[in-house]
T-cell receptor, first 111, second 116 residues
């Protein structure tokens, strides 16, 4: 079945270091979404990318959608302790209603 | 905008009882709502997709008679865990997708269910 894979599973960084999580889909996606879940919280929608090769920025976060619309990345510049949490990418099910979520990347930031 | 509430936030119940969880979209109409289950430090496991006015579509392995879903209106969906057992203890999260055609989902704050 359709899958969305995310790496790494978790990453520990020192505050101020950069962080990147990668997302790969087994199928071409019409769009890709990113969510953040803080420890003990619920996923919060961050952004949706639609166009091939699209790059969007939100302050220190940079989101990219691959040219083939099968992969995406989230890059955080100069991490802060507030960036701690799990980052999920997600894409729509081909021909269906569901959203397929990646397993998430847990980010730990040490002050 | 795009606020989803979920009630209760925490519930402890005895084995064999039923628990109802409500999910409401507060400032938009949700044509589709999703129910997820999340185990500690794991990803979201989709349980069912709920469309207003029609029967929910359950994922493989999810018992529809045990997890009753009712999407009675464009702003309310309920999940009832019937005859709960300790293995049903988990974090249940709903999400809603608006009618605009956009794919982003807005999640409720979740319900932590503990069955003793």
């Amino acid at each position: 079945g359709q899958q969305v894979m995310q790496i790494p599973q978790y990453q520990h960084v020192q505050e101020g270091e950069d962080f990147t999580t990668y997302c790969n889909s087994s199928t071409t996606l019409s769009n890709i979404q990113w969510y953040k879940q803080r420890p003990g919280g619920h996923p919060v929608f961050l952004i949706q990318l639609v166009k091939s090769g699209e790059v969007k920025k939100q302050k220190r976060l940079t989101f990219q959608f691959g040219e083939a619309k099968k992969n995406s990345s989230l890059h955080i510049t100069a991490t802060q302790t507030t960036d701690v949490g799990t980052y999920f990418c997600a894409g729509p099910e081909t021909g269906g209603f569901k959203t397929i979520f990646g397993a998430g990347t847990r980010l730990f930031v040490k002050a | 905008g795009a606020v989803v509430s979920q009630h209760p936030s925490r519930v402890i119940c005895k084995s064999g009882t039923s628990v109802k969880i409500e999910c409401r979209s507060l400032d938009f109409q949700a044509t589709t709502m999703f129910w997820y289950r999340q185990f500690p430090k794991q990803s979201l496991m989709l349980m069912a997709t709920s469309n207003e006015g029609s029967k929910a579509t359950y994922e493989q392995g999810v018992e529809k008679d045990k997890f009753l879903i009712n999407h009675a209106s464009l702003t309310l969906s309920t999940l009832t865990v019937t005859s709960a057992h300790p293995e049903d203890s988990s974090f249940y999260i709903c999400s809603a997708r608006g009618a605009s055609g956009s794919y982003e989902q807005y999640f409720g704050p979740g319900t932590r269910l503990t069955v003793t």
